[in-house]
Nanobody, 121 residues
Framework: QVQLVESGGGLVQAGGSLRLSCAASGNIFSINAMGWYLQGPGKQRELVALITNGGSVNYADAVKGRFTISRDNAKNTVYLRMNSLKPEDTAVYYC???????????????WGQGTQVTVSS
C-alpha cells in the first residue's frame, strides 16, 4: 500500500559527495516526518536526519554541517545531500516516513529497503 524507494547510494572517495533520494508512493493521504537512518557494521539503526512536513530538521551530531536533508512534498520525496564524506559514514542508509493512508488512520512508520553508501580512503 505504501512503499519507499531509495536511490543515490554508491561508492565515493573520502571528501566526496552523494545525494540520496527517497520517494514514497502508494495509498498516501498525508506524510508527517521523513528521515534517514543508517545501519553500519556493529551498529544498530540510528537517526541521521529528520525533517517534518513543516520543514523543521534534526541531525545527528556526527553529520551536522556536512549533511543536508530536504523534501519535496509535491513529489513525496525526501533527499539527503551528503558532503565531505568520511569512511565512517559507510553504512546502509534507510529512508523512513510516517504516513497515514486515510484521514482517520494514525500515522504509521514505513521503511525503504536501504541503499548502500561506501566511502573509501
Amino acid at each position: 500500500q505504501v512503499q519507499l524507494v531509495e536511490s543515490g547510494g554508491g561508492l565515493v572517495q573520502a571528501g566526496g559527495s552523494l545525494r540520496l533520494s527517497c520517494a514514497a508512493s502508494g495509498n498516501i493521504f498525508s506524510i508527517n516526518a521523513m528521515g534517514w537512518y543508517l545501519q553500519g557494521p556493529g551498529k544498530q539503526r540510528e537517526l541521521v536526519a529528520l525533517i517534518t512536513n513543516g520543514g523543521s530538521v534534526n541531525y545527528a551530531d556526527a553529520v551536522k554541517g556536512r549533511f543536508t536533508i530536504s523534501r519535496d512534498n509535491a513529489k513525496n520525496t525526501v533527499y539527503l545531500r551528503m558532503n565531505s564524506l568520511k569512511p565512517e559514514d559507510t553504512a546502509v542508509y534507510y529512508c523512513n516516513a510516517f504516513v497515514r493512508t486515510t484521514s482517520y488512520s494514525p500515522f504509521r512508520s514505513y521503511w525503504g529497503q536501504g541503499t548502500q553508501v561506501t566511502v573509501s580512503s
